[in-house]
């Protein structure tokens, strides 16, 4: 198993820049691809971006691509989200996932073992 704790959120103005991080401890040696998640009040937790292994494959969601950045640093156990021009309709609380036994890099829930507890991002106008 593998435990995740994300931090770096917080409130800010639409315009800025927040960059989330995330640290995984335990099994980190059988982590594949992870992934961003976040989840609206009264909506369901959609896909943000994910990354593989290496960190040479990324994907995002339309509605960050250009806006944000994943990235990862496997010496630290670490993946970042890096996320710029934020808009109010970015509010929500932002959860880091794990992927140790699908070996793709998925772009829905259910493709994660793992996930950390969420850092909630708010965005005023």
């Known amino acids: 198993q593998v435990q995740l704790v994300e931090s770096g959120g917080g409130l800010v103005q639409a315009g800025d820049s927040l960059r989330l991080s995330c640290t995984a401890s335990?099994?980190?040696?059988?982590?594949?691809?992870m992934g961003w998640f976040r989840q609206a009040p009264g909506k369901e937790r959609a896909f943000v971006a994910s990354?593989?292994?290496?960190?040479?494959?990324?994907y995002y969601a339309d509605s960050v691509k250009g806006r944000f950045t994943i990235s990862r640093d496997n010496a630290k156990n670490a993946v970042y989200l890096q996320m710029n021009s934020l808009k109010p309709e970015d509010t929500a609380v932002y959860y880091c996932a794990a992927d140790r036994s699908r070996y793709t890099i998925g772009v829905t829930p259910h493709e994660y073992d793992d996930w950390g507890q969420g850092t909630q991002v708010t965005v005023s106008s």
């Open positions: 990354i593989d292994r290496s960190g040479s494959q990324t």
């Open positions: 335990g099994r980190t040696g059988s982590i594949y691809a």
